[in-house]
């Protein structure tokens, strides 16, 4: 079997739905599912805007997608996405039983510190490990273009302040 690609490329993959994200005009978060072969299963980004609903987030609609194919028991799988979660994606997260997540920046404003214990055992108990800080730089740096090209367009952009 061939071997797995690292946590590195597969960031790179969620980047590069972020970039997707950004082409839209949406906040550039991307995030993909991989299962226990090292298959991407899933994949989302940022909707926010464009399906008119808070609930948009790259990794609702890559848990989604990933569901889709192999049902909502996700128990083997990683979420790779490149902004730390939020409340609801965690949430959702847990609920999906995924075996760990690993994301590139923290959000100072809306990220849910995974690390913390106040989730019930069933779902501490589901999630192995998480990791951060994968391609970082390249993370932080997609989202403040967005923001900083944004801005010189004259645009108010209030929606900074709840995502990141
Ligand atoms: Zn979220």
Same mark, same amino acid.
């Given at each position: 079997?061939?071997?797995?690609?690292?946590?590195?490329? =597969?960031? &790179?993959?969620?980047?590069?739905?972020? /970039?997707? %994200?950004?082409? *839209?005009?949406?906040?550039?978060?991307? +995030?993909?599912?991989?299962?226990?072969?090292?298959?991407?299963?899933?994949?989302? =980004?940022? &909707?926010?805007?464009?399906?008119?609903? /808070?609930? %948009?987030?790259? *990794?609702?609609?890559?848990?989604?997608? +990933?569901?889709?194919?192999?049902?909502?028991?996700l128990e083997n799988c990683l979420l =790779?996405?490149?902004?730390?979660p939020?409340?609801?994606?965690n949430g959702a997260v847990r609920l999906s039983r995924l075996r760990g997540v690993v994301?590139?920046?923290?959000?100072?404003?809306?990220?849910?510190?995974l690390d913390n214990d106040?989730f019930v055992p069933l779902y501490k108990k589901s999630m192995s490990f998480v990791k951060?800080?994968?391609?970082?730089?390249?993370?932080?740096?997609?989202?403040?273009?967005?923001?900083?090209?944004?801005?010189?367009?004259?645009?108010?952009?209030?929606?900074?302040?709840?995502?990141?």
């Amino acid at each position: 079997m061939a071997e797995r690609p690292s946590d590195e490329w =597969y960031m &790179q993959q969620a980047l590069l739905h972020a /970039q997707k %994200a950004a082409d *839209e005009g949406e906040v550039p978060i991307g +995030a993909i599912i991989v299962d226990e072969s090292g298959t991407i299963v899933g994949t989302g =980004y940022n &909707q926010v805007e464009k399906r008119g609903t /808070q609930t %948009a987030h790259a *990794e609702m609609l890559a848990l989604q997608d +990933a569901a889709e194919k192999k049902g909502w028991r996700l128990e083997n799988c990683l979420l =790779y996405v490149t902004l730390e979660p939020c409340l609801m994606c965690n949430g959702a997260v847990r609920l999906s039983r995924l075996r760990g997540v690993v994301f590139g920046t923290r959000s100072n404003l809306f990220g849910c510190h995974l690390d913390n214990d106040f989730f019930v055992p069933l779902y501490k108990k589901s999630m192995s490990f998480v990791k951060e800080g994968v391609c970082e730089q390249q993370c932080k740096d997609i989202l403040r273009e967005f923001f900083k090209s944004r801005r010189k367009h004259g645009e108010h952009y209030e929606r900074t302040k709840k995502r990141i």
